[in-house]
């Protein structure tokens, strides 16, 4: 097994309501913690995962999301999937403040991001890296960044649930 495969992995759908985000926030937390991750991985991943759900929530048009969230020895990474069509995000005009936009750099101060839209809906990943090697995030070092520490993921018997790709 390589570092790369996925040790763990859960797939989830929800309807693109305002209701399913706290639901995926919930569900997200739940596995981080029953997967042992870092106590810091599991608050940053309950908060992009927010943001995630929200943006296809509000922004797509979509009828559903879908989640993917797959862990191994290096990585936490959450993709959300939405059927609708991508918009770049619109700024503010005029003199007013923005009460929304910021997600995005929210989840990029604590995730390596991928956007990837297609004419069938848009992927989004954030992916977290586990080790103690400089990385995006919060305080720490000169450049901004916190270190992880290594998770220690408990082992896992292959099953139905665990593969070592899935594309959403």
């Keep these: 097994m390589t570092s790369a495969t996925p040790r763990f992995s859960a797939l989830a ?35 992009i995962s927010t943001e995630l759900a929200t943006n296809a929530v509000v922004h797509s048009g979509s009828s559903d999301v879908v989640a993917l969230l797959t862990a191994d020895l290096d990585h936490v990474a959450l993709a959300v999937r939405d059927h609708g069509q991508w918009r770049p995000p619109v700024g503010c005009t005029g003199g007013s403040l923005p009460t929304s936009g910021r997600g995005t750099s929210l989840v990029r101060a604590l995730a390596e991001l991928s956007v990837l839209p297609t004419s069938s809906g848009t992927t989004v990943v954030a992916r977290i890296p586990l080790d103690a090697s400089p990385q995006r995030g919060r305080g720490g070092g000169s450049d901004g960044a916190r270190p992880v520490r290594r998770g220690r993921l408990p082992a896992a018997r292959p099953t139905a649930r665990t593969r070592p790709t899935l594309t959403i």
């Design 13 to 47: 759908s929800f309807p693109a309501q305002p209701r399913s985000v706290p639901l995926l926030r919930r569900l997200m937390r739940n596995l981080a913690i029953g997967w042992r991750l870092p106590a810091e991985v599991v608050d940053a991943l309950a908060l």
